[in-house]
Structures are given as structure tokens and as C-alpha cells.
């Protein structure tokens, strides 16, 4: 009762607290004076492809500003940022070997590991592979400038997997050289050193940045290092051109994966592991521990892009390239389910990936409007050289040990689209159409259990419509509606549930979005957003079973999804800014299946989530500091929704920084606490668990201290 009573006292004060301030003043030329002297509205190209003002895009789209990305955090996750964005939920599953837990609108929640059913790209090159599943923990926070966030139909636009879509921009290279040093620590043997350099000579902008962040973790089990680089140069070959290179790796080797746990070892104390009944040996060893679960991750890409005006028009030529290297110990032996499936419990491949997008923006003037028309094609292919062998040698697990799999795997994606946007008067006018073609091929070299060799396709087209008005300069209308698409990633083709072999049976989900807005400028300082929307589908994919670090996947009948996003942001005199941002979201599904009845909601999808911010700047930013509150209502892991839900939560945090400057030197320092009030909670699930080993905890009260010194020459 106590806890229902905070959480409802604090909800109420996220309202009192009011919007706060979330994005750059960077307003487009065509948006009128009252709306420019806004703070809080900024130009975007996620969504329409080419540079609008969000406040004039008929879609619901947030932007995080290098400030807030930088606001006294560690810029490790995407999950740091991404808070408080309505319709996001991004969880940090405390599991580094499995990286972030992120869905829009219920897309992707049920994800075991990375992102999947939200699209990811940086600086235009996409971090998602052709079949939809991407990795967060490739994005570059230290160098980034902003995140554009888009939920809803637009987001159709992207093709297969484009729930949402999370776009990551970084700075470029300006101004004399300067290099910066940064550190932190933190609870859980938290640490991170950072170093930087960017500048522009000879009219070459680079910015090069090197960081190694490792942690012990909270969870038993849950040790990872992580090292990263990054490099971009820019270059503009002639007065109409520009031309950018980007480089980034990632390496994580032996991060340790602490899995989930049932309720009641939660209950008796959320740091520890799941005991493994089975090991008569050593009957209080964890089944992480018995095993040894792990993941070695080696990834390396490359990308460029190339863009020339001609007046209005332009083109554009993006490619990139890269290779990804994974090893995985899981918690069992041989097979999964079926024993003659046998695919071993160590996973092992490396991948060779790259792809490429070209298109062409036309602008005219048409009807007394001007008409910005988007025509381009965008290829994708991955190629996998993967194994598997037993986790078992000489009576010890956690080694690598017989084959028992050898395949290639290729996923290969061609997609044209258009996209076309008027605008006259008080109305904008948008429109879309794409065509998804998508082949995976299996040529199966272990047949020892088999030959799984094949080949399946998908093909689908995904039209978008849009409408926004201009009821007044500082208050826009819209409503948009899209058909979606959904693939099953190659993840969740490899097994089966019912024996061995690759599920080509398996089937894309198809979904019919449409959303109602409104955007209001409440003064010079604050801005509201409002959205509603639907979602329908169809053969939604869900889990069909999950057990050691495996999924399967079967097709669902209909699915639901109904919910309202709003958010609120102001600046204030004296310094002082704040922001909420409420998401109300009703998923269920639509129509019985199976042993699952119409009406039950859908696993790892709260029904309501909130954020709040009241923060505080002296004159000249040399002193800041803010509260932030975060809730969450319950989240119900499996399709019966018969087991124990995460119940929802409510925690506080506060943060505090400060900024100096001598010469040449400028210096920052911070202090951040989580979970002020030290509460205990689930912070993520693992969805259908066939063990009921569902449930991973967040961190209790913990603590974050950082420093930087930057010099500039």
C-alpha cells in the first residue's frame, strides 16, 4: 500500500512539475516569427528525408539535443537519452551481452537481445542489419550531436522493422583543434575513460574519439568491458557538395550474461542468479556461473556519404560496409527443445555486411505550393559464416566443444521508394510509397541432423498518407495513416519450437497504423505535443518459447494496439526549464489463439508510462541541476498472462554539474544519483521464458561522479 501510495503521489507531482525544454532553437526559414522565437522547435530529416521543422511534420518525432545527451550521464546506453521520449520505452537489462530493450508503441518488446521492430541508423548509415535486428551499443554518445526519435506511420517509410525509428547524429569537425580527456566512476565498480579530438584544417573537418567503459556489475554475473572507436572527416569538394566518412568499432570480449531469474529469487534478492536445481556438484552455483555464460562481440564498420545540390534538387549516395564477430556460451549443452535439433549450446559466427542508398530530391513549384518529391532505392545484404558446438567438454561446461552446426547465411534487401511532401498556405501534404523485398537463404554444411537448407522471401508495400493544417501560427492539426511491415529477423527463423530445422514457416506481420495530433506553441518558451493512435495486426510474431539464451517464434492471430502520447516542455525565468512526457498505451490481442484469449495483453508492453524533469541553469550554464522522476505500470510476461507481472514503479533521480573555464582550458564536472529513494524493481523481462525466468532487476540506489578537461589550441 505504501508503495501504490508514492507512486501515486508521485505521478501527481510529475504534473505539477510542468514542460520543460527538450530540443535546440534551430527553426526552419518558412516558419513564422512567432513560432521561430520558440525555443523548442528545431528542424528534423527523419520522417520527410529532407530538412522540415518538426513542428510543421504531420508525425510524432522528438528530438534529444547534445546538452540533454550530455546532462550529467555516463553516454554509455541509448537508454541514458532516450527517457523521456513519449512512446519509447527503453530498458537497461543490466545485461551488456545482450545490450538495450527498446520498443516503440509496443514494437520490439519482446526482443530477447538487441533491437529489433525499431529501426537504428547513424549519421544515415543504418545500425540495423537488412532483417531488422540492430545493436544500440554501436551508436557513438560521446560524439553525438542529437537523437531524432520517430514513432507511427511515418516510420513505414523505413521498411522492414520500422516500428519506430531512433536516428543518431554526430558533430562535425569546426573551428581550431581541440583535444579533451574525460573520466568517471561509479557504483558497481562503474568506469569509463574517454578521449576526444576534432577541429577543421585545410577546409577537413575530423572528429576522432577512443573510450573503454567497464563495470562489475549489479547483477551477479554481470561483469563487461566495452571498448569503443570513432572517426568521421568531412570535406566539401566543391561550393555544392559535401562528402563525410565514418568509421566505428566496438569490442566487447567475455561480457559476462547474469540471465534471468524467477520471482521468487527476485523477491529474495535481485542481484543474485538463477540457482541451478540440476547441479548436484555444486548445489548453490548459478546456472550463469555453472556455464559460464558469455559474449565476445567484434564490430567494425565503415560508411560514406555524398551529397551535391543543384539549386533546390539534390542528390544523395550513402554506402557502407562492415563486419561483426560474435561468440556466445548459453546455458545449455546440445539442443534446444527437439534433442535431434542439437545446434549446440555456443554460438559462433562472423558476418560480413553492406549496403547502399541512393536518391534523388526534386523541388518545384506546383499549385501555388511548393512540392519536394523523394525518389531513391535502398539495398542491404548480410552474409553469416555461423557454427555451433556443444557447451561441454571433459565434463565441464562453458567450454567450446563438438560441432553440431555449420551453415551460411544470407539476408539480402532491395527496397525503391518515393516520397512526396506540398506545401501551401495553411496546409502541408504528405505521401509515400515502398516496395520491401526481402530473401533469406540457408546452405546448411553440418548434416549430421539434417540438411536445413532453403530459401524464403517476403515481399510488401507500405503506402503512407499525411495531412497537417495550420489552424494558427502557433497551433498544427494533423493526421497520418500507413500499412507496415514486419519480417521475421534471422533470429527468430533458426528454431523451432515444434523439432529441428529453420522455421521458414513463419510468416511477416502486417500492421495498419493511423495517428491524430496536435502541436501547440503556448507562448515564446513552451510547446505541447499530443498524439493518438491505432495499430492493427496481423499474424503478430510472438514467442513461442525461450529457454538458455533461445528463442522461438510462432505467428499470432491479431493484435491491438490503442494509446495517447503527450509531452510538455517550457523554459522559465531565473534558469529554470521543465519537461513531462506521459504515454498511455492499451496492446492486447485482438483475437484468441492457441491457448490465448482475446483481450489478454501483450508480454513486455506497459500500459502506461511517465517522465518528468524540473531543472535548473545559472547564467551562463556554469552551474546546473535537475530532479527527474520515472513510473512504469505493470508489465505481464507471458501470452496467458498467468504469471507474476513486473509490478510498476516509480523512481526519483537527481543530478548536479558545473562548468569553468581558464585560457584555453574549459573543465566540467558531475554528480549523478539514481533511484534516489532506493527502490526495488524489475527493470526488464525476458518475454515467454520457458522456465518462468523472466525477470531482471534494476540497479537499487546508485551513484555516478565524472569529469572532463577539454583544450583548445
Known sequence: MKQQIFRLNAIAALFALGPCAHAADAPAAEVSAEVAAAPTVVVVVTGSRVERSSFDLPAAIDVVDADHIGAAQMRVNLSESLAAVPGLVARNRQNYAQDLQISSRGFGARSAFGVRGVRLIADGIPASMPDGQGQAATFNLDMAERIEVLRGPFSAMYGNHSGGVIQMFTRDGEGGPTLELGVLGGSDGTRKLDMNAQGKSGGVGYVLDASRFSTDGY???????????????????????????????????????????????????????????????????????????????????????????????????????????????????????????????????????????????????????????????????????????????????????????????????????????????????????????????????????????????????????????????????????????????????????????????????????????????????????????????????VVAASGGGRTSYRNASKTLRQGLELSLDANWAGGFSGRVAVTALRAIYDQAFGAVAAGNRLPGVPNANLYGELAWNASGQRFGAALETSASGKVVADDANADQPAPGYAVVNARVQAKQSLGGWRFKQYARLDNLFDRSYVGSLIVGDANKRYYEAAPGRNWVLGASAQYGF
Do not use: C, M
Not at 568491458?225 to 566487447?252: E, M
Not at 549446440?344 to 542508398?357: C, K, L, Q, T, Y
Open 219 to 541: 547483477r551477479d554475473h554481470s561483469a563487461a568491458t566495452r571498448d569503443q572507436g570513432f572517426a568521421k572527416i568531412t570535406v566539401a569538394p566543391s561550393a555544392t557538395s559535401r562528402l563525410t566518412l565514418v568509421g566505428n568499432s566496438l569490442r566487447q570480449h567475455d561480457t559476462q550474461d547474469p540471465l534471468g531469474v524467477q520471482w521468487e529469487t527476485f523477491q529474495r534478492d535481485p542481484r543474485a542468479g538463477q540457482i541451478d536445481a540440476g547441479d548436484t556438484a555444486s548445489p548453490k552455483r548459478t546456472l550463469a556461473e555453472r556455464y559460464n555464460t558469455r559474449k565476445s562481440i567484434d564490430h567494425q564498420q565503415l560508411g560514406l556519404s555524398y551529397e551535391r545540390r543543384f539549386g533546390d534538387d539534390r542528390l544523395r549516395l550513402t554506402g557502407y560496409g562492415g563486419k561483426r564477430r560474435v561468440i556466445q556460451y548459453q546455458s545449455f549443452s546440445k539442443g534446444f527443445q527437439a534433442p535431434a535439433s542439437h545446434s549446440g549450446g555456443v554460438v559462433d559466427f562472423d558476418r560480413d555486411f553492406h549496403g547502399a542508398d541512393l536518391n534523388w530530391l526534386a523541388v518545384r513549384s506546383i499549385a501555388g505550393g511548393k512540392l519536394s518529391t523523394t525518389v531513391g532505392v535502398e539495398y542491404g545484404r548480410s552474409i553469416d559464416l555461423r557454427q555451433g558446438f556443444e557447451n561441454f567438454v571433459g565434463g565441464q561446461f562453458g567450454v567450446k566443444g563438438a560441432l553440431r552446426r555449420d551453415e551460411r547465411d544470407t539476408v539480402s534487401s532491395a527496397d525503391p521508394y518515393v516520397q512526396a511532401e506540398w506545401q501551401g498556405g495553411p496546409w502541408v501534404l504528405s505521401a509515400g510509397l515502398r516496395r520491401s523485398s526481402l530473401k533469406f537463404a540457408v546452405q546448411d554444411r553440418y548434416l549430421g541432423n539434417g540438411d536445413d537448407s532453403g530459401t524464403v522471401g517476403y515481399r510488401h508495400t507500405t503506402p503512407l498518407l499525411g495531412v497537417l493544417y495550420k489552424v494558427a501560427p502557433a497551433l498544427n492539426l494533423y493526421a497520418s495513416a500507413a500499412r507496415g511491415f514486419e519480417a521475421p529477423t534471422l533470429n527468430e527463423l533458426f528454431y523451432s519450437s515444434t523439432g529441428p530445422g529453420v522455421n521458414f514457416a513463419l510468416k511477416p506481420a502486417r500492421s495498419a497504423h493511423l495517428e491524430l495530433g496536435a502541436k501547440a506553441l503556448l507562448g515564446a518558451g513552451t510547446r505541447i505535443n499530443a498524439a493518438l493512435f491505432q495499430v492493427r495486426t496481423s499474424d503478430e510474431l
